[in-house]
């Protein structure tokens, strides 16, 4: 990839509404919004609640679905040379993820971001991706129709994130991306209601940033596949603790609501920070964390 910055799934939808303002093949990827075997409505409205430093969404995968993706969507996308396209995918069984691995395999897509984060409407509704056998499960599946990159999006609901990733890893994932959304509630006390219309969503933005940085340290050390890293990035800055920690590379998320330039603006400045610091290529700051 010519960047290191990856627009985050759910926040850049298919690139459209941004590629009028800014010329999509600059940015590293495209993680497009959260797609499904079929179309899905999402969840009722409010399904955005700001808190202090960040969001809390409950969008619940809002898509066209993967047929509708292929065919009018990533034409698009990929008439941008240069722009890395990531499928990202999910599934409410683990045998729909292995289909959705199987449909995207035959397309150009670039890779596919297992989406791990969804309910397993089999079990319970429990995420896939916060008990370690069912994770297993579906990289297991998705790994054996899968042609392209597979990079598994770990949640970070979970006790031991690095055990996820081992376990991805183990699995024939090629890289792993963290973090998603935390699970968080916010209340109306007037009402006595919370403000959520899903009545709990996934917080983002700055406020997650300390937990992701942690988190992607973590995975890093635990995993020798590449470690993509997010949560809270809205500066190049940001950008560069994660590479310390270990990324290889970054996605940007709700950054670009509040400043629709957010991943330009990250990139110009990764790339100021390096000029200033005699690095030269993004891997020579991967890692160098010096610890105390
Ligand atoms: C409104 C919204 C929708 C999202 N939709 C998806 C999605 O469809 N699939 C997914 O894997 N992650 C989704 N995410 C999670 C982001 O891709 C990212 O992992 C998370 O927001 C942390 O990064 P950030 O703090 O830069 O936003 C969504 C996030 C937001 C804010």
Known sequence: MRSPVIAASGTYGFGREYGKYIPLSELGGISVKGLTL??????????????????????????????????????????????AVFANAAGSTVEEYGEMAAILSETDVDGIEANVSCPNVKCGG??????????????????????????????????????????????????VSLINTLMGMAVDIRTKKPILGNNAGGLSGPAVKPIALKMVFD?????????????????????????????????????????????????????????????TQVSDMVGKLELN
């Open 38 to 83: 079929t179309p899905r409505q999402g969840n009722p409205p409010p399904r955005i609640a700001e808190t202090p430093s960040g969001i809390l969404n409950s969008v619940g995968l809002q898509n066209p679905g993967v047929h509708a993706f292929i065919r009018d969507e990533l034409p698009f996308l990929k008439a941008h040379p240069g722009l």
């Open 126 to 175: 429990a995420a896939f991706g916060t008990d370690p056998d069912v994770l297993a499960r579906v990289v297991r599946c998705m790994r054996r129709q899968c042609k392209k990159p597979l990079i598994v999006k770990l949640s970070p609901n979970v006790t031991a994130i690095a055990l996820m990733a081992r376990i991805a890893e183990a699995e024939g994932a090629d890289g």
């Open 219 to 279: 995975v890093s050390r635990a995993v020798s596949i590449p470690v993509i890293g997010m949560g809270g990035i809205v500066t190049g800055e940001d950008a560069i603790a994660f590479f310390l920690c270990g990324a290889s590379a970054v996605m940007v998320g709700t950054g670009n609501f509040t400043d629709p330039f957010c991943c330009k603006k990250v990139t110009d400045e990764i790339a100021d920070f390096m000029d200033s610091n005699g690095y």
